[in-house]
């Protein structure tokens, strides 16, 4: 299985909530969108599968896209594993709550104060994210499980293209 198998399985084992979470910022730092931390949504989810999953890619390509995963899902990690995380997340939902009372804008107004009630149990199950993250980064992300895979695939032979000389050449 490729790192990036590994880390496809991974992301679908956790529950759809977490994945648009995860996928929210693992956008955020892959592909820049909006400038600004969003909570996720299936395009985002989407474009991160599409990012895992594309076919074809030569094995250097996929070892990098695996090994910034890996960093960039540290950083998350981090971030989620503290109570200075866990207040910046509050902090950012109450904010969208307010602008979205502001704003009139119900259904978010609603969903932020949803995510405000259930934080405890979202910490609850960062928890067994990060752990099952630890297991998938100790056994498919290390820097020799991906060098090793890399070196087991077939590399592209690409034959010289050559040019047969005409009867004025020769």
Request: hydrophobic fraction near 45%.
């Amino acid at each position: 299985m490729s790192p990036l198998q590994a880390v496809t399985r991974w992301l679908d084992s956790q529950d759809l909530d977490m994945q648009l979470e995860i996928a929210g910022f693992a956008t955020f730092l892959t592909f820049e969108h909006d400038g600004m931390l969003a909570f996720g949504t299936s395009e985002q989810l989407e474009s991160l599968h599409r990012w895992l999953n594309e076919l074809d890619l030569a094995a250097c390509i996929a070892a990098d896209r695996a090994l910034s995963f890996r960093v960039y899902f540290d950083c998350f990690v981090a971030e989620r594993m503290t109570d200075v995380g866990w207040r910046r997340t509050e902090e950012l939902v109450r904010k969208r709550l307010k602008e979205a009372k502001r704003d009139g804008k119900l259904v978010a107004a609603r969903k932020a104060q949803r995510m405000l009630e259930l934080l405890p149990a979202r910490k609850e199950s960062w928890r067994r994210v990060v752990t099952s993250w630890n297991k998938l980064a100790a056994t498919h992300l290390t820097n020799e499980a991906i060098t090793s895979w890399s070196a087991a695939m077939p590399r592209a032979t690409h034959e010289p293209f050559l040019i047969e000389a005409t009867s004025e050449e020769k």
